[in-house]
T-cell receptor
Framework: GAGVSQSPSNKVTEKGKDVELRCDPI?????LYWYRQSLGQGLEFLIY????????KSGLPSDRFSAERTGGSVSTLTIQRTQQEDSAVYLC????????????FGPGTRLLVL | GESVGLHLPTLSVQEGDNSIINCAYS??????FIWYKQESGKGPQFIID?????DKRQGQRVTVLLNKTVKHLSLQIAATQPGDSAVYFC?????????????FGKGTLLTVNP
């Protein structure tokens, strides 16, 4: 079956513009995670969704960042008024409910803010 | 706060040799650990995991060792191949809701020389 997919694969934007990043999780996975990976760094947790529960937004770095998950499947991460420090790879992962820790990652979206 | 870190940021080995990648964690309450492999331009790929009630687990050419006394984790790769060249991340479990929220280390770059 298909893995986690993300789009776009690359995004170049100008400072101050808004961007939307999309994630399609593996079918049937109820948990979805967003991470940010800066150059040469590990993965920084941003947000996760579990079924219909309220999302855990504790990792979002500022109120310019928001995410939605519609219908328990596709998720969109939105960054408003982008700044140069937002440049990074944004990774999405999904996992089966109750399957502890085995998160399957997408290829990521490489965001460059000029 | 909790953190996961790596002893060696880079490791270079000869093809056919065994590789050992080390990781230290600071949260003594962590009970689940994972190793991920990330190739250039791709998302992290699950390699192997281990729970805190175990001290060793083997997979195909890989072994994970856990020493809870000194809060140390290692990944051993037998007969390292060029295709093993990648960044390797360890991650620890931070409980959140009904799924795990992972904290990642910064990664070790493994280079396999032919």
């Amino acid at each position: 079956g298909a893995g986690v997919s993300q789009s776009p694969s690359n995004k170049v934007t100008e400072k101050g513009k808004d961007v939307e990043l999309r994630c399609d999780p593996i079918s049937g996975h109820t948990a979805l995670y967003w991470y940010r990976q800066s150059l040469g760094q590990g993965l920084e947790f941003l947000i996760y969704f579990q079924g219909n529960s309220a999302p855990d937004k504790s990792g979002l770095p500022s109120d310019r960042f928001s995410a939605e998950r519609t219908g328990g499947s596709v998720s969109t991460l939105t960054i408003q008024r982008t700044q140069q420090e937002d440049s990074a790879v944004y990774l999405c992962a999904s996992s089966l409910k109750g399957e502890s820790g085995t998160q399957y990652f997408g290829p990521g979206t490489r965001l460059l803010v000029l | 706060g909790e953190s996961v870190g790596l002893h060696l940021p880079t490791l270079s080995v000869q093809e056919g040799d065994n590789s050992i990648i080390n990781c230290a964690y600071s949260n003594s309450a962590s009970d689940y650990f994972i190793w991920y492999k990330q190739e250039s331009g791709k998302g992290p790929q699950f390699i192997i995991d281990i729970r805190s009630n175990m001290d060793k687990r083997q997979g195909q050419r890989v072994t994970v060792l856990l020493n809870k006394t000194v809060k140390h984790l290692s990944l051993q790769i037998a007969a390292t191949q060029p295709g093993d060249s990648a960044v390797y991340f360890c991650a620890e479990n931070t409980r959140g809701g009904s799924n795990y929220k992972l904290t990642f280390g910064k990664g070790t770059l493994l280079t396999v020389n032919p």
